[in-house]
């Protein structure tokens, strides 16, 4: 679902945020925009950009992720 991927994103980047340029008030506003872009087009208006992510994409992402997290612990 793609709001469980949402949430798993925001939580994830609430994580990593000190390590981004971007500040977590930035960030959170990012996501509310491409959460709104997709309920737009789950609603059949066409706003262009990429395609979706695919299930592999996701799994994908979410394990370069989790790596990425295990090598900065301390």
């Known amino acids: 679902c793609s709001s469980d991927l949402s949430t798993l994103i925001a939580q994830r980047v ?3 945020s000190h390590m981004v340029d971007n500040t977590t008030a ?3 506003e990012r996501l509310s ?3 709104f872009m997709e309920e ?3 609603a ?3 706003t262009g950009g990429p395609n979706a992510f695919s299930q592999s994409d ?3 992402f979410a394990n370069q ?3 990425f997290l295990q090598r ?3």
Do not use: C, H, V, Y
């Open 44 to 46: 059949g208006i066409e």
């Open 65 to 67: 992720l989790d790596r």
């Open 14 to 16: 609430e994580e990593i």
């Open 58 to 60: 996701r799994q994908a």
């Open 72 to 74: 900065r612990k301390p």
């Open 33 to 35: 925009m491409r959460n």
């Open 26 to 28: 930035t960030i959170r």
């Open 40 to 42: 737009l087009r789950s």
